[in-house]
């Protein structure tokens, strides 16, 4: 069993989780890269590597029962254990997503990667994290999601466009990652909410105003936490994020 933390990161080819990947490996962690694409995921490792990283890479789609099972036993065979997960895949679903105009089936589509696939994904790695003695479930979550930000006063709504698959999806994990919480309350597993902020990344075809190392701080942050830290919240660099 290795004697170094052991992180996987969902999402880890670019953008901000590839940069979650090189933050964490930056620890001295060994980062697992977990990535759907082959060569994307080969190319990721290879860079991270060659700046020193001890990176490796996981064949990882989350949507798939199969992919997913077949993740957690290369792990397993790989370290024995998982210290940390940060489930940072995630799909926007295009346009429109008006609610009176978006396709019912993108909704589906959008769900079944940003909340089932966290479901699966955790599911799969929880066995493997209760091995850990200090384990971190990092869901990274959007301010979009945000109740509160979505109906505030038109001051108030800093969240992006009218959105029915996206933020909806980012609501429901906010939810889910709440239950998470209550369940594993007497257990050392702390699982928080991350939000990155506005990006620049080909989810929003680059017209973020943050870098991807920017939005890959709060993931650092939460995947560090002391042992006595929250569980069951929502954050971004500035603090709590509303609900």
Not at 179 to 184: G, K, P, T, V
Not at 191 to 219: S, Y
Request: net charge negative; proline share 5%; aromatic share 4%.
């Amino acid at each position: 069993m290795s004697e170094r933390t052991i992180a996987l990161v969902t999402g880890a080819n670019k953008g901000i989780g590839y940069e979650i990947a090189a933050g964490l490996g930056d620890l001295g962690w060994s980062v697992g890269v977990g990535a759907r694409d082959d060569q994307r995921r080969t190319a990721a490792v290879e860079r991270l590597r060659a700046a020193g990283v001890d990176a490796f890479g996981v064949p990882l789609d989350v949507t798939d029962d199969a992919s997913v099972t077949a993740a957690a036993r290369l792990i397993e065979e790989q370290a024995g254990r998982l210290d940390v997960l940060v489930n940072n895949a995630g799909i926007t679903g295009g346009t429109p997503q008006e609610p009176t105009r978006v396709d019912p089936a993108t909704i589906r589509t959008v769900v079944e990667t940003n909340v089932i696939g966290v479901l699966r994904v955790t599911n799969a790695m929880l066995p493997l994290l209760r091995r850990s003695a200090a384990p971190r479930i990092v869901n990274m979550s959007s301010s979009v999601g945000s109740l509160a930000r979505q109906s505030g006063s038109a001051a108030e709504r800093t969240t992006g466009p009218v959105s029915a698959a996206y933020a909806t999806s980012k609501t429901f994990l906010n939810a889910v990652t709440v239950q998470y919480a209550r369940e594993l309350s007497d257990t050392n597993i702390l699982i928080n909410l991350g939000c990155p902020g506005f990006v620049a990344t080909d989810l929003n075809a680059f017209r973020g105003v943050r870098t991807p190392a920017q939005g890959a701080a709060i993931a650092l942050t939460l995947a560090t936490l002391p042992d006595d830290g929250p569980t069951g919240q929502f954050f971004e660099d500035a603090g709590a994020v509303p609900w």
